[in-house]
């Protein structure tokens, strides 16, 4: 089983360009998650989906859209990047159940918006 | 805004030593989750405490909970080097749909 996949690693992008990160995870989670983590503040959540089809916001949820069109995958745009976008971004997952369960993460990607 | 907030936000240490992380949260919770992070890695989960425990152990960690007080703490006894990493705690939303992670402690053992 390879986890929790995060695509691509490493990314450069121009100020008001669009992009995408995918994340894959092949442990049939019901609940997927996009983080941010920046220095000094430790990661925040950005938006989550409960199940296909579902996404709700998290703490950080504007300049970014998602997408939760097959279980497996959780996607996360950037429709105009900033220089503010420049993070590194995690995905993670976990079963269904409220308030409880542990969250498997992806490696992380790293996003530069020049 | 963060629930929990990590405390030192920095520690260094020799190795053989223990390393003490503590962990306040604002609202009441189910449980309560310290997870590990390696340079450049993802995080990874060490250890779930319930808000009916007190106290909790896996290996060399030991973690416990004071629910009046809102808090937690996470001991590593006889530290090594290999133990070098950020480590969170993390409390679930109000709807219990997402975890909600500090900003961190980071610990670096030294030899």
């Known amino acids: 089983n390879a986890g929790v996949t995060q695509t691509p690693k490493f990314r450069v992008l121009k100020t008001g360009q669009s992009m995408t990160l995918l994340c894959a995870q092949d442990m049939n989670h019901e609940y997927m998650y996009w983080y941010r983590q920046d220095p000094g503040m430790g990661l925040r959540l950005i938006h989550y989906s409960v199940g296909e089809g579902t996404t709700a916001k998290g703490e950080v949820p504007d300049g970014y859209n998602v997408s939760r069109l097959k279980k497996q995958n959780f996607l996360l745009g950037l429709e105009s990047a900033a220089p503010s976008q420049t993070s590194v971004y995690f995905c993670a997952s976990r079963y269904k159940g409220w308030g409880t369960g542990e969250l498997f993460f992806g490696e992380g990607s790293r996003l530069t918006v020049l | 805004s963060q629930q929990g907030e990590e405390d030192p936000q920095a520690l260094s240490i020799q190795e053989g030593e223990n390393a003490t992380m503590n962990c306040s949260y604002k609202?009441?919770?189910?449980?309560l989750q310290w997870y590990r992070q390696n340079s450049g890695r993802g995080l990874v989960h060490l250890i779930l405490?319930?808000?009916?425990?007190r106290e909790k152990h896996s290996g060399r960690l030991r973690v416990t909970l004071d629910t009046s007080k809102k808090s937690s703490s996470l001991l590593i006894t006889a530290s090594r080097a290999a133990d070098t990493a950020s480590y969170f705690c993390a409390t679930f939303n109000q709807a219990g749909t997402a975890l909600i992670f500090g900003k961190g402690t980071t610990l670096s053992v030294s030899s």
């Open positions: 405490i319930r808000s009916n425990e």
């Open positions: 609202t009441s919770i189910n449980n």
